[in-house]
């Protein structure tokens, strides 16, 4: 599997449901990020955590990390039909200077 | 709240033709980036730039790519020979350091090659 690989790939719930979100990556990193895409649009900074966190949390957004796994998670609480778009984690592996994202999910928040 | 900008947000060009895609980085910011994604497809990095050099390129930026931040405002992507497979979204970034900071992304440039 590919550094920053992320499940499901789709996941459709209703308004008012928790929607989870997983990553997976390979190498050891400082930092995971969690971005968000609107259909055809710039990507929006949602959070960062660290690699010494383990829990962080912003407004109904609810990321983990488990570097022992090498994974992540990012909650969304009572979801909105306008949190309907795709969601990437991107990894900063230590030594580098760069962002790897992952392929995706893609959220639809059906009102 | 300062962005980053780009333009323009979409350039239709022909095969072969050199384009320069343009970056307004966040004022403060002192590391740049360029990114790209092709449609339906996962973000790729391309370039980092720091202190007026490059600090780290992706196999997919050779030598038809390059990278200038002209004066102290603007940060550029330029394709020397676009080919069809260049046609994607092409994202600027800029972060106030290197890891340990998110990194700001514009809204992006929509590279069309005919």
């Known amino acids: 599997s590919q550094q920053g690989e992320e499940d499901p790939q789709a996941l459709s719930i209703q308004e008012g449901e928790n929607a989870t979100m997983n990553c997976s990556y390979k190498t050891s990193i400082n930092n995971l990020q969690w971005y968000r895409q609107n259909s055809g649009r710039g990507l929006v900074h949602l959070i960062l955590?660290?690699?010494?966190?383990r829990e962080k949390h912003s407004g109904r957004l609810r990321v983990t990390l488990d570097t022992s796994k090498k994974s992540s998670s990012l909650l969304i609480t009572a979801s909105r039909a306008a949190d309907t778009a795709s969601y990437f984690c991107?990894?900063?592996?230590?030594?580098?200077?760069?962002?790897?994202f992952g392929t995706g999910t893609r959220l639809q928040v059906f009102p | 709240e300062p962005e980053v900008t780009q333009t323009p947000s979409h350039q239709v060009t022909q095969m072969g033709q050199e384009v320069i895609l343009r970056c307004v980085p966040i004022?403060?910011?002192?590391?740049f980036y360029w990114y790209r994604q092709i449609l339906g497809q996962k973000v790729e990095f391309l370039v980092s730039f720091y202190n007026n050099e490059i600090s780290e390129k992706s196999e997919i930026f050779d030598d038809q790519f390059s990278v200038e931040r002209p004066d102290g405002s603007n940060f550029t992507l330029k394709i020397r020979s676009t080919k069809l497979e260049d046609s994607a979204m092409y994202f600027c970034?800029?972060?106030?350091?290197?890891?340990?900071?998110?990194?700001?992304f514009g809204q992006g440039t929509r590279l069309t090659v005919v």
């Open positions: 970034a800029s972060s106030k350091s290197r890891g340990g900071t998110e990194a700001f």
């Open positions: 991107a990894t900063d592996p230590k030594g580098t200077d760069k962002l790897i």
């Open positions: 004022s403060n910011h002192l590391y």
């Open positions: 955590i660290r690699s010494n966190e």
